[in-house]
C-alpha cells in the first residue's frame, strides 16, 4: 500500500505526511524525518535512492 502511495505522490507532485514508529518504513518510503523526542526535533533529507527533493 505504501509503495502505490508513493508512485501517486511522485505522479502527481504531493506532499504526504505519514506518521510512524516505525523507523524501518521511514527508510522504506520516506523521503525526509523528523525525529521528535525530549520536545525537541531534527529534521533531516533521507539518502536512499528513491529519495527526492
Known amino acids: 500500500m505504501l509503495a502505490l502511495v ?3 505522490i511522485k505522479n502527481k507532485s504531493l506532499a504526504v ?3 510512524t514508529h516505525d523507523p524501518e518504513l521511514v527508510d522504506l518510503f520516506g523521503d525526509y524525518e523528523l ?3 525530549n520536545k ?3 529534521f533531516k533529507k533521507l539518502t536512499g535512492e528513491d529519495a527526492d527533493v
Open 17 to 19: 505526511i505519514f506518521i
Open 40 to 42: 525537541t526535533g531534527t
Open 35 to 37: 525525529h521528535i523526542e
Open 6 to 8: 508513493k508512485t501517486i
